[in-house]
């Protein structure tokens, strides 16, 4: 089964005290570049997220780079074109979407693009607000 990762996923697997770091570790290590992808977005997403989190969780530059290299070698990274991207933007509009939610609205067009058939998140009720019917399952890990 074609399995999207969420970023919300990725950044616990490299946080050891992270409250869902077991079950995302557990889904990552299981993942391979056949079988799992996630965004191009969320590259950038993860390395911001972790070069900014309070106190001594913050990594360093190098350490997010390495380990966002590691999501880079396990999945598949799927990115939108310019024609598909705008696409996703107006889907957005039409549901009403507005701010930030608009990285998640992005981020089901890739998981579409790449035919996965479960979408792995920590927020699911932000993607439960898209229609992915193509998607099977939208759950945690």
């Known amino acids: 089964m074609k399995t999207f990762f969420d970023t919300s996923v990725l950044i616990p697997v490299f946080l050891e005290d992270h409250e869902h770091h077991e079950p995302s570790l557990e889904a990552f290590v299981n993942a391979d570049r056949q079988s799992a992808s996630c965004a191009a977005h969320s ?3 993860f390395y911001a ?3 900014r989190l309070p106190g001594r969780h913050r990594l ?3 350490q997010a780079l390495l380990f966002t290299q590691e999501v880079r070698e396990r999945l598949t990274i799927v990115a939108l074109t310019s024609d598909e991207y ?3 933007l107006q889907a957005a509009a039409a549901l009403g979407i507005v701010g930030g939610t608009v990285y998640d609205v992005l981020l089901a ?3 579409l693009k ?3 058939a479960m979408l792995l998140t920590w ?3 932000h993607f439960r607000q898209f229609d992915l ?3 099977k399952r939208v759950q945690t890990p």
Do not use: Q, R, Y
């Open 43 to 45: 590259l950038a997403e």
């Open 49 to 51: 997220v972790v070069t």
């Open 60 to 62: 360093g530059g190098d």
């Open 86 to 88: 705008f696409a996703a």
């Open 109 to 111: 067009h890739c998981a």
């Open 114 to 116: 790449a035919n996965a």
């Open 123 to 125: 927020n699911v009720k």
């Open 133 to 135: 019917s193509p998607i």
